[in-house]
């Protein structure tokens, strides 16, 4: 079986796994204060100096959490809701319409249910947010803004947002810029300080860590309204006891990353680079989709007109190939990617996209793989929906 999946998640390091192991069966809660529990406090703490180290950031800004999905809702909900009680007036939400549906379902949510304003920043045609976008967004009523998210790189087509730029111009008017750089992490260089931004979400399960373990990076000063109440633990910010286990083994896997984000990123470009290659070889009229300079070393997001792509993932996946598509499953019905539809592409090319995404076990063996099956497998995706159509 070939993996090329690694954007939805990714091999968990071997030393992740031994760190994760090596504490399952300690005792202890890391709120209580007796000794089991300041041996668990202990390696939590260690853990959010770790990542604090290898982002950027310092201990106190770090906030643990269950993973992305729910790191941005703490972020754009929690932003939201302080902002709003501070001054009613601040009621927009602009995010891009790029994001994952982690960030934008919490805000399209807050629009159907909290009297938020939902409004989508536009990308041009390789999914980028122009920082003259986000000061005109903002400048048609700078005091009704309550907080900005933009994705730090896209988690289908690859691009990369010009974050520093579009957190300086939110600085300007006041406004909390929240990114999601759950795909960036260990791939590209992430320096929250430098960076500007307010807030940042990253996933263990993205980067060689474990599911169930990520964080929320805030800035100081800021004080998101729980999503969660309870113990009080991460500030008030996020309730609940926290799993030390996984917090040592998110922590060791945001600091290999880090630490092996250069040599890492070279193999992956060069790995996407051969299967484009193949791929354009195999499937002369295929579309690279996403910025050809700016972008993930590590996915690939090919349209393959004439094509469904829920039919060839199925034919690759036949021949033991494991990818996703460009579109999202409703009801068992293929939708086109929300992404594509906003760089400008229509409906029917939105449809026909593959997500190739390359990890850190992927393979110049797994790439001729993928090129050997995808020229009969688009031949037969074709084949077939010419039959519907007759």
């Not at 520093?164 to 990114?179: D, I, Q, S």
């Not at 300080?193 to 474990?210: F, I, Q, R």
Request: proline share 5%.
């Amino acid at each position: 079986m070939v993996y090329l999946d690694h954007a939805a998640t990714t091999d968990v390091r071997p030393e992740v796994i031994a760190e994760i192991t090596a504490r399952l069966g300690a005792l202890g809660n890391p709120s209580s204060l007796h000794g089991h529990g300041r041996a668990a406090r202990r390696t939590v703490e260690e853990a959010r100096e770790s990542i604090a180290a290898a982002v950027g950031a310092t201990p106190h800004e770090v906030v643990f959490t269950a993973g992305g999905t729910e790191s941005n809702n703490i972020a754009i909900k929690g932003l939201y809701w302080a902002r709003n009680a501070e001054d009613p007036a601040r009621t927009r939400i602009l995010i891009s319409a790029v994001e994952h549906h982690a960030a934008l379902d919490p805000a399209r949510w807050m629009a159907d249910h909290q009297g938020a304003v939902y409004e989508e920043l536009p990308v041009d045609a390789v999914g980028r947010v122009g920082p003259s976008a986000l000061r005109a967004a903002i400048e048609r009523d700078p005091g009704s803004v309550a907080v900005v998210s933009v994705m730090w790189a896209n988690n289908e087509i690859g691009t990369l947002q010009p974050v520093r730029e579009l957190a300086a111009v939110a600085a300007e008017f006041g406004v909390p810029f929240h990114t999601d750089a759950v795909q960036a992490v260990g791939v590209e260089e992430v320096d929250f300080a430098d960076s500007g931004v307010s807030a940042l979400t990253l996933s263990g399960h993205k980067l060689g860590g474990p599911v169930g373990a990520g964080a929320l990076v805030l800035a100081r000063g800021l004080t998101p309204t729980p999503v969660l109440h309870g113990g009080g633990q991460e500030r008030d910010i996020r309730s609940g006891t926290l799993p030390a286990p996984l917090t040592r083994g998110l922590s060791t896997a945001v600091g290999l990353a880090v630490a092996e984000r250069e040599e890492h990123a070279k193999h992956l470009a060069s790995l996407r680079d051969e299967l484009e290659a193949g791929v354009r070889a195999a499937v002369p009229d295929v579309v690279v989709n996403g910025d050809p300079d700016r972008r993930l070393p590590g996915i690939a997001h090919l349209s393959f007109p004439g094509c469904e792509g829920d039919a060839l993932l199925m034919l690759l996946d036949a021949r033991g190939v494991s990818c996703s598509t460009g579109s999202a499953c409703s009801a068992g019905v293929a939708q086109p990617s929300h992404v594509l539809l906003a760089t400008g592409a229509d409906t029917d090319m939105a449809l026909s996209s593959l997500r190739l995404s390359l990890g850190r076990t992927s393979t110049s063996e797994d790439v001729a793989r993928l090129v050997a099956e995808i020229g009969p497998a688009v031949e037969r995706a074709r084949a077939a929906r010419a039959k519907r159509r007759r």
